[in-house]
């Protein structure tokens, strides 16, 4: 389908082709639309860091193996493997007050993992990749009403694109840090706002990580196997390694909480699972080519370029075919690559006394001849 590729030349890492990055981009804007109205700030923070910043945020200790790091004028640096430090350095320029509180940031920075090259596997697993990630900053009594947001936003991202997300929430694990009560606090939360939220949910007994609970989204693919997707995790232990305060309605230092949240995880994976899923037949809103106009020969080509402007005028993602093939083996080609519509100019359609097309859909259902308006109208707008 000419979506992306690979090279020996960068192992574990995607070179996007133009349609595959059609896709990239629409859903990363589509999610960037809701972001802004659910209060979100992007950031974006530094791909080179150095080593030493995550020495003291603590991810060091645990996930230095799975890092690049290497020296640069005698320091050592690291290429970031996931974002909240950076965000953390970002909080704490200010100073912040228990009314600035929460603060969501979101920022789809490019992370590095060093896995294995014997491990990696087409989009599913990379070293270079994007997560659509973002650290909410809140105050203990927040938290509940915070991650039933979240969760309504996933919710409602993933009703959009046809899948139906299940929720599995995280329990204290046996090597759990911090206080037992925040613990308590954090697990009853997430148990309210998954309820809040209206969400049904399983629970996976001590698999929280060790430093809060989490929740744990997965879907189903058309072929019935299970991805894990996006987390939803409480972190009492950053804030506290980074030093992060806010002032409370009685002017003392207090520790935020930090809400780390994907809504799809790694785009790259995501990308990879939904072709699979769809078996390359995107919707609509995320298909590289959502139309291509078919000439049945070379006498309609100035007519399909006329069609061709005012598709692309519509903001339409429009594609004309001139080759030079029988009008068979291009309908062939085009489903193929499946294309939602395709519209067909020949003799007939010439005569019509406004600008008219025959359309097909990807099915293969002949929905007839109709004004280039009405195409637009009854079938694109309404997508
Ligand atoms: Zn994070």
């Known amino acids: 389908m000419d979506l992306f590729s690979f090279h020996e030349e960068a192992p574990g890492a ?13 859903l990363v804007e589509f999610l960037r639309n809701k972001l802004r109205t659910a209060g979100y700030q992007e950031i974006s923070t530094p791909v080179m860091v150095k080593s030493e910043l995550f020495k003291k945020s603590g991810h060091w200790d645990f996930y230095k193996k799975d890092m690049f790091n290497f020296d640069v004028e005698d320091q050592s640096y690291s290429l970031k493997p996931m974002n909240c430090p950076g965000a953390c350095l970002v909080y704490s320029t200010n100073t912040r007050s228990y009314q600035d509180l ?42 509940q009403e915070e991650i039933k947001n979240v969760l309504l936003l996933v919710k409602e991202f993933y009703n959009d694109l046809g899948f139906k997300p299940e929720f599995f929430l995280s329990t204290k694990p046996q090597k759990a840090m911090g206080d ?64 992060l305060e806010y002032t409370d309605n009685q002017g003392k230092p207090q520790r935020p909480v930090i809400v780390h949240r994907a809504i799809l995880g790694s785009v790259e994976r995501f990308i990879g699972i939904m072709t699979e899923h769809f078996q390359g037949a995107f919707p609509y809103r995320l298909a590289p080519v959502q139309v291509s106009i078919l000439p049945v020969s070379e006498k309609h080509n100035e007519k399909a370029q006329e069609v061709y402007e005012e598709l692309m005028r ?19 080609d085009t489903t193929l690559q499946k294309v939602p519509f395709m519209v067909i100019i020949g003799d007939k359609e010439m005569q019509e006394p406004s600008l008219s097309v025959a359309v097909r859909n990807r099915e293969g259902k002949d929905l007839g001849l109709m004004t280039v308006n009405e195409f637009i109208k009854t079938h694109l707008k309404s997508i």
């Open 314 to 332: 519509q903001d339409v993602r429009v594609e004309l075919n001139r080759d030079d093939k029988p009008l068979g083996a291009k309908i062939r």
């Open 180 to 243: 037992p009560k925040l613990w308590e606090l954090a697990e009853g939360g997430l148990k309210t706002a998954l309820e809040e939220a209206k969400v049904t949910y399983g629970v996976k007994e001590k698999d929280g990580a060790f430093y809060g609970p989490k929740i744990d989204i997965h879907i189903k693919d058309s072929q019935e196997r299970d991805w894990q997707l996006a987390t939803i995790q409480l972190d009492f232990q950053i804030p506290e390694k980074m030093g």
């Open 14 to 26: 995607i070179f996007w082709h133009h349609k595959g990055y059609v896709i990239y981009k629409t």
């Open 102 to 143: 929460p603060l969501r940031y979101s920022d789809f920075g490019v992370l590095h993992r060093n896995e294995l090259s014997g491990v990696l596997g087409g989009a599913f697993r990379v070293r270079q990749f994007t997560i659509d990630d973002a650290h909410h900053f809140v105050r203990p009594d927040q938290i």
